[in-house]
């Protein structure tokens, strides 16, 4: 890079700027004891195993294995450069720098196609934002906007816009910023026609609402129909509404419509609305709403879930009242009741009403008010949704409609929960409870029978996480005794200056047995005489290219040891590391000789050696106990 970020000014932005309050830009953090933890942004996971450790100022998740400071964090979740992470850990914390910093994007071209895509989209998106609130030819579409109750302050903070109907005035002015042709075709916005020799905007004569990343920037578009236009011939109508393409910025899977403005507000109530639309987000964040979401008109997708469940604990549904939003509620349901980490409620509204129509109709307040207090439960939702599709009139659907609620209390843990519904189908349909009951614990059996072996009733509680941090989980690799001994010697070496003076007395040559620990060591002691103090593990990871060794770095820094060293510990921890280096040196050189024995074809001096091998290595396995 063309400018170095200096020590004193690294150090400033390390002590003004916790660590908890920027990873919680990301995570959704719940403080267990001294730590915070959540779930691991960087894989998918049904227990929370991922911890921010507020006195270290470091990261470790004890199932993937990621660990590091604040930069490395933003490194890894934002895939930037390390001076890209000090510089957004800067602005976060509202520390001014002393020079300026242009990424070397094009050291990565995937990279640098992205961000001069995204300069596309926000150019374009400047543009149609102009276009509805400054010019004659988007006066009409600004008008009805307005009419629906959107004020100028929500169209500037949404940058809505309007696309002309000319359909070649955006590509001319995007040509004239010198952007590259192939890139504007394949950005999504504009439709190539043959013979032409310009591109024409896709969504020509449309009210434009930009589609942002999780950052904040336009990375595609939809675009609403002003007018709808007559019938042709062939019976066609023109959408009412049209997304981009999917392109290498915008994938409608795993998007979601204003979470980079609802996200800090998600995670401050640990609660999310779900939306169908845009439209009756927008409305619902005027409305005061601001921790709204939506899956684009699109069924809720596994990936979406996923954003989801690393946000927020309570999630409400608020789909449109019609048929097909209460059949999008129940498939969203499902999918968000497959990890069992949300407390899902349902917002009921009226058949063929959406949430943008309740505000325009009731009132910001009205609405307000009604989504606080106006929730169903899932039963009471699937209550609904059968009653819906089933006529109760008829004998065999009371019973399916019973059988099927009943089936649905199966899995529930509240037996008080349980006994409430049961009684309301005892109450509806004169059956006595006592008979529901035994149904109920038939379907109960069946829940159990299915749950899968490897399933534990109970799930680890995320403080349980840090009692065993000194152990490997079970989907990673044995740590043996002597490797065990390396990382405590190495805990010890991070943080006890005395622990230097024992390990000069007992071995001034000693080396340990990992590359990677010997590494760690090499590199920790330059830190240390560098500094004349031992600590500050969070400076000493800037000091670490390789992300492997990060993470055991911060998973040593998660041991639980006693607050006090002794000669001893540390002359114990010697002499197991010591004994295993022995016993494998020795048996690498065994090795050795026994090529060369057959090499010789000396068959008596091959049998000798054999049962040495034999030997050290039963010595070997015992240092592992």
Same mark, same amino acid.
């Given at each position: $890079?063309?400018?170095?970020?200096?020590? !004193?000014?690294?150090?400033?932005?390390?002590?003004?700027? %916790?660590?908890?309050?920027?990873?919680?830009?990301?995570?959704?953090?719940?403080?267990?004891?001294?730590?915070?933890?959540?779930?691991?942004?960087?894989?998918?996971?049904?227990?929370? +195993?991922?911890? *921010?450790?507020?006195?270290? =100022?470091?990261?470790?998740?004890?199932?993937?294995?990621?660990?590091?400071?604040? #930069?490395?964090?933003? $490194?890894?979740?934002?895939?930037?450069?390390?001076? !890209?992470?000090?510089?957004?850990?800067?602005?976060?914390?509202?520390?001014?720098?002393? #020079?300026?910093?242009?990424?070397?994007?094009?050291?990565?071209?995937?990279?640098?196609?992205?961000?001069?895509?995204?300069?596309?989209?926000?150019?374009?998106?400047?543009?149609?934002?102009? *276009?509805? $609130?400054?010019?004659?030819?988007?006066?009409?579409?600004?008008?009805? $906007?307005?009419?629906?109750?959107?004020?100028?302050e929500t169209l500037k903070e949404y940058q809505i816009g309007f696309s002309p109907s000319n359909r070649t005035a955006l590509f001319q002015m995007l040509k004239a910023k010198v952007f590259d042709e192939g890139l504007l075709q394949e950005s999504g916005i504009f439709?190539?026609?043959?013979?032409?020799?310009?591109?024409?905007?896709?969504?020509?004569?449309?009210?434009?609402?930009?589609?942002?990343?999780?950052?904040?920037?336009?990375?595609?578009?939809?675009?609403?129909?002003?007018?709808? +236009?007559?019938?042709?011939?062939?019976?066609?109508? @023109?959408?009412?509404?049209?997304?981009?393409?999917?392109?290498?910025?915008?994938?409608?899977?795993?998007?979601?419509?204003?979470?980079?403005?609802?996200?800090?507000?998600?995670?401050?109530?640990?609660?999310?609305?779900?939306?169908?639309?845009?439209?009756?987000?927008?409305?619902?964040?005027?409305?005061?709403?601001?921790?709204?979401?939506?899956?684009?008109?699109?069924?809720?997708?596994? @990936?979406?879930?996923?954003?989801?469940?690393?946000?927020?604990?309570?999630?409400?549904?608020?789909?449109?009242?019609?048929?097909?939003? *209460?059949?999008?509620?129940?498939?969203?349901?499902?999918?968000? @009741?497959?990890?069992?980490?949300?407390?899902?409620?349902? #917002?009921?509204?009226?058949?063929?009403?959406?949430?943008?129509?309740?505000? =325009?109709?009731?009132?910001? @307040?009205?609405?307000?008010?009604?989504?606080?207090? %106006?929730?169903?439960?899932?039963?009471?939702?699937? +209550?609904?949704?059968?009653?819906?599709?089933? %006529?109760?009139?008829?004998?065999?659907?009371?019973?399916?409609?019973?059988?099927?609620?009943?089936?649905?209390?199966?899995?529930?843990?509240?037996?008080?929960?349980?006994?409430?519904?049961?009684?309301?189908?005892?109450?509806?349909? +004169?059956?006595?409870?006592?008979?529901?009951?035994?149904?109920?614990?038939?379907?109960?059996?069946?829940?159990?029978?299915?749950?899968?072996?490897?399933?534990?009733?109970?799930?680890?509680?995320?403080?349980?996480?840090? =009692?065993?941090?000194?152990?490997?989980?079970?989907?990673?690799?044995?740590?043996?005794?002597?490797?065990?001994?390396?990382?405590?010697?190495?805990?010890?070496?991070?943080? #006890? /200056?005395?622990?230097?003076?024992?390990?000069?007395?007992?071995?001034?040559?000693?080396?340990?047995?990992?590359?990677?620990?010997?590494?760690?060591?090499?590199?920790?002691?330059?830190?240390?005489?560098?500094?004349?103090?031992?600590?500050?593990?969070?400076?000493?990871?800037?000091?670490? %290219?390789?992300?492997?060794?990060?993470?055991?770095?911060? /998973?040593?820094?998660?041991?639980?040891?006693?607050?006090?060293?002794?000669?001893?510990?540390?002359?114990?921890?010697?002499?197991?590391?010591?004994?295993?280096?022995?016993?494998?040196?020795?048996?690498?050189?065994?090795?050795?000789?026994?090529?060369?024995?057959?090499?010789?074809?000396?068959? !008596?001096?091959?049998?000798?050696?054999?049962?040495?091998?034999?030997?050290?290595?039963?010595?070997?396995?015992?240092?592992?106990?």
């Amino acid at each position: $890079m063309a400018e170095r970020i200096s020590e !004193e000014k690294l150090a400033q932005i390390r002590t003004e700027t %916790n660590i908890v309050d920027v990873v919680s830009q990301y995570v959704q953090l719940k403080k267990r004891g001294k730590n915070h933890f959540g779930f691991c942004p960087f894989h998918d996971e049904k227990t929370p +195993s991922f911890s *921010v450790a507020e006195e270290k =100022q470091i990261f470790h998740c004890f199932s993937c294995g990621r660990g590091g400071n604040v #930069f490395t964090f933003l $490194m890894d979740v934002e895939g930037v450069s390390f001076v !890209e992470a000090v510089i957004k850990t800067a602005e976060l914390s509202n520390i001014a720098l002393d #020079f300026s910093y242009e990424s070397h994007a094009q050291d990565n071209p995937l990279q640098s196609k992205k961000e001069k895509l995204i300069q596309i989209h926000e150019e374009a998106a400047a543009f149609y934002h102009q *276009v509805l $609130m400054n010019t004659v030819t988007g006066q009409a579409a600004l008008d009805y $906007m307005i009419q629906r109750g959107f004020t100028p302050e929500t169209l500037k903070e949404y940058q809505i816009g309007f696309s002309p109907s000319n359909r070649t005035a955006l590509f001319q002015m995007l040509k004239a910023k010198v952007f590259d042709e192939g890139l504007l075709q394949e950005s999504g916005i504009f439709t190539d026609r043959q013979g032409q020799n310009e591109l024409f905007d896709r969504f020509s004569a449309r009210i434009i609402f930009p589609l942002r990343n999780a950052k904040g920037k336009t990375v595609a578009f939809s675009g609403r129909i002003l007018h709808a +236009s007559p019938a042709d011939d062939t019976g066609y109508h @023109e959408a009412k509404y049209l997304n981009s393409p999917e392109t290498l910025l915008f994938n409608k899977r795993d998007f979601l419509f204003n979470f980079d403005k609802a996200r800090s507000e998600i995670r401050r109530h640990s609660e999310v609305i779900l939306f169908e639309g845009y439209m009756d987000v927008i409305s619902a964040w005027q409305a005061g709403v601001k921790n709204g979401v939506a899956s684009m008109g699109t069924s809720l997708t596994e @990936e979406q879930n996923r954003i989801l469940t690393k946000t927020a604990d309570k999630i409400v549904i608020a789909y449109d009242g019609d048929r097909p939003g *209460v059949e999008a509620t129940k498939r969203a349901i499902e999918i968000l @009741e497959r990890n069992k980490h949300f407390d899902i409620s349902i #917002f009921p509204l009226e058949a063929g009403m959406d949430p943008d129509e309740y505000i =325009q109709q009731k009132g910001p @307040e009205a609405f307000a008010k009604a989504l606080n207090n %106006n929730r169903e439960t899932v039963i009471q939702f699937y +209550s609904r949704y059968l009653k819906m599709n089933l %006529n109760l009139d008829s004998e065999k659907n009371r019973i399916t409609y019973i059988e099927t609620m009943l089936k649905a209390l199966a899995p529930l843990d509240s037996l008080v929960e349980r006994e409430l519904y049961m009684k309301d189908i005892a109450d509806e349909f +004169s059956i006595p409870i006592d008979i529901l009951q035994k149904q109920l614990k038939g379907y109960q059996q069946e829940v159990l029978q299915q749950r899968p072996e490897r399933e534990p009733v109970r799930r680890t509680a995320p403080h349980d996480a840090a =009692q065993h941090a000194m152990y490997p989980s079970a989907n990673r690799r044995k740590v043996t005794q002597a490797e065990q001994s390396e990382k405590q010697l190495l805990y010890r070496l991070f943080h #006890f /200056e005395e622990v230097w003076s024992y390990l000069n007395e007992i071995d001034a040559d000693f080396n340990f047995i990992h590359d990677d620990y010997q590494t760690i060591y090499i590199l920790y002691e330059e830190f240390f005489r560098q500094n004349g103090l031992v600590g500050n593990i969070d400076q000493f990871l800037d000091r670490i %290219n390789n992300p492997a060794l990060q993470n055991v770095i911060t /998973e040593i820094e998660w041991f639980q040891l006693d607050s006090e060293v002794t000669y001893q510990e540390i002359q114990d921890l010697v002499h197991i590391i010591r004994d295993k280096s022995s016993l494998q040196d020795q048996l690498t050189k065994k090795q050795a000789e026994m090529k060369e024995a057959r090499k010789r074809n000396d068959n !008596e001096r091959l049998k000798t050696i054999m049962l040495e091998i034999v030997s050290l290595s039963k010595e070997l396995k015992a240092t592992k106990k």
